[in-house]
């Protein structure tokens, strides 16, 4: 398991969940865990450019699902109160939303940590895919990823994805929230290779992109450019992993994904796993429903 909210979906436990939420008693938990973090976000999201921003990005949003998810979400930075918390569902990144896998799917998991997206990609995908391309940094991560599978259309890449090829400072481990920076800082001490997913052969024929990467996701979007325009895949960002994530990424996707539909979703309890999607229409579940 993952985390608490799929223990509480595997074993039914919302009635004693909802009384957690609902008390108080996870709001000044999370209060007390979070203060200075709340601080920031409250300045943040109040200046009046970030909010014309916001109203920006939930007028372009598809679905009214979406505009009250991401409201939600960051109102739940600001105030950590449960009753704030948005709806949040499992799997990520295989939502209704995004159709049908493609018989010949080439996907990108950029951040594939020890292989739990794989787990939920086999089942949406039934097992008939072309390619799965696999980023993770962390080399125990992919040896312990690689020791579990045995096909050859999975290729795992001992490198993390930025918008060029180099080296950047990794603050290596096992553990999830492992991340890369430009500059030596304390916990950032390993050199680990990034790529871009432009320069990789294996990438080329990409239909389905997802990036779950510690903050690195709008550098790892400008990197993949080249494939986003030529071969027009799906897109599963993470973007809660910083204040300004949470609008530039939508921002850069409008600006970059034309004829595409965008939604948002949360698949956590705490303030985290907030995702956004971008599909082409000729890949959405509507157009997929209109076909049929």
């Not at 009046?48 to 009250?68: F, P, Q």
């Not at 809660?240 to 609008?247: A, F, K």
Request: hydrophobic share 35%.
């Amino acid at each position: 398991m993952r985390n608490i909210g799929q223990l509480v979906e595997k074993y039914n436990l919302y009635f004693f969940y909802k009384i957690f939420c609902y008390s108080g008693l996870e709001g000044i938990w999370y209060r007390a865990l979070y203060r200075k973090n709340m601080k920031d976000d409250i300045l943040f999201y109040s200046n009046l450019a970030n909010e014309k921003r916001i109203a920006t990005i939930v007028d372009k949003l598809s679905d009214e699902e979406s505009k009250i998810t991401y409201m939600k979400a960051i109102k739940f930075k600001q105030r950590r109160k449960g009753i704030d918390r948005p709806h949040f569902t499992y799997p990520a990144y295989f939502i209704p939303e995004i159709g049908e896998c493609l018989e010949r799917e080439v996907f990108i998991d950029g951040g594939g940590y020890i292989g739990d997206t794989y787990e939920d990609f086999c089942k949406w995908s039934k097992g008939i895919f072309g390619k799965y391309v696999f980023f993770e940094p962390s080399i125990r991560n992919c040896d312990l990823f690689r020791s579990q599978i045995s096909d050859e259309r999975i290729i795992i890449e001992n490198k993390g994805l930025w918008k060029e090829k180099r080296y950047l400072y990794f603050s290596g481990g096992i553990s999830q929230g492992e991340r890369v920076e430009e500059n030596v800082d304390e916990g950032f001490t390993e050199q680990v290779e990034v790529v871009s997913i432009d320069q990789i052969d294996e990438c080329k024929e990409a239909t389905f992109i997802k990036m779950d990467i510690e903050g690195a996701e709008l550098e790892a979007l400008r990197g993949a450019i080249d494939t986003i325009e030529r071969n027009r895949p799906r897109l599963a960002i993470c973007i809660y992993h910083s204040n300004e994530d949470m609008l530039c990424i939508p921002e850069w996707c409008f600006e970059h994904c034309k004829d595409y539909l965008f939604y948002i979703r949360h698949h956590h309890y705490l303030p985290c796993d907030t995702v956004f999607y971008a599909v082409p229409v000729e890949k959405s579940m509507l157009s997929y429903k209109m076909e049929k």
